[in-house]
């Protein structure tokens, strides 16, 4: 069973910046999507960012574009969530996630079905707030 391991939220001034991780127990590279979800407080779970390794292409919702990259460090089995001008619109618990199956977005990221993705980290807190 895939086991992610989150790390790096905390609490943030807007403006500021925050680099969440999230190790892997497999080899990354095996993976056809991984992706990083957000949950804010009373609301559903949304898509933030996704890489599909059918081609590499990294995929964003309109809300964090130009503020937030996912990247990947294939010798660490790691991916990572950039997030720099951070509003206090994103706060909430953020979670990564992974398939093993076929994937590539069909939909705007940020309305793409969790189900879509079996393998789910424990979930990382980011405040932002003054």
């Known amino acids: 069973q895939v086991q992610l391991v989150e790390s790096g939220g905390g609490l943030v001034q807007p403006g500021g910046s925050l680099r969440l991780s999230c190790a892997t127990s497999?080899?990354?590279?095996?993976?056809?999507?991984i992706a990083w979800f957000r949950q804010a407080p009373g609301k559903e779970r949304e898509g933030v960012c996704a890489?599909?390794?059918?081609?590499?292409?990294?995929y964003y919702a309109d809300s964090v574009k130009g503020r937030f990259t996912i990247s990947t460090d294939n010798t660490k089995n790691t991916m990572y969530l950039q997030m720099n001008s951070l509003k206090r619109e994103d706060t909430g618990v953020y979670f990564c996630?992974?398939?093993?199956?076929?994937?590539?977005?069909?939909?705007?990221?940020?309305?793409?079905?969790?189900?879509?993705?079996?393998?789910w980290g424990q979930g990382t807190q980011v405040t932002v707030s003054s």
């Open positions: 996630a992974v398939t093993s199956y076929p994937w590539a977005p069909h939909l705007p990221i940020e309305t793409i079905p969790p189900f879509e993705f079996e393998s």
């Open positions: 890489i599909s390794n059918n081609d590499g292409s990294a």
């Open positions: 497999g080899h990354i590279l095996d993976y056809y999507g």
